[in-house]
Nanobody
Framework: QVQLVESGGGLVQAGGSLTLSCAASGSFFSINAMGWYRQAPGKERELLAGITRGGNTNYANSVKGRFTISRDNTKNMVYLQMNSLKPEDTAVYYC???????????????WGQGTQVTVSS
């Protein structure tokens, strides 16, 4: 069983910063791409940032220059450093990753349970 568990969400004032963490656990061979998404009430889930196993990153225009994704392959962790937060960043933030199973080919995608980020004005 593979799990992704996010932490670090909370309430912050506009202009502030938060760092989200996501820990992967369970039985798997390796983790390929990892990413952070968010979903605000009444809106679709959107991709914010992705990172390959080798460290290549990509960002949504809405967070480029403010958010930074990083990962630690030795700890099976992915992080999202969020700076200059705005009220419109308020949402549930989800971690996502592609896992390579130990005994089969291909990759399996998993989601974390989400962590709430609320930015007050």
């Amino acid at each position: 069983q593979v799990q992704l568990v996010e932490s670090g969400g909370g309430l912050v004032q506009a202009g502030g910063s938060l760092t989200l963490s996501c820990a992967a656990s369970g039985s798997f061979f390796s983790i390929n791409a990892m990413g952070w998404y968010r979903q605000a009430p009444g809106k679709e889930r959107e991709l914010l940032a992705g990172i390959t196993r080798g460290g290549n990153t990509n960002y949504a225009n809405s967070v480029k220059g403010r958010f930074t994704i990083s990962r630690d392959n030795t700890k099976n962790m992915v992080y999202l450093q969020m700076n200059s937060l705005k009220p419109e960043d308020t949402a549930v933030y989800y971690c996502n990753a592609d896992f390579k199973p130990r005994f089969s080919s291909g990759y399996v995608n998993y989601w974390g349970q989400g962590t709430q980020v609320t930015v007050s004005s």
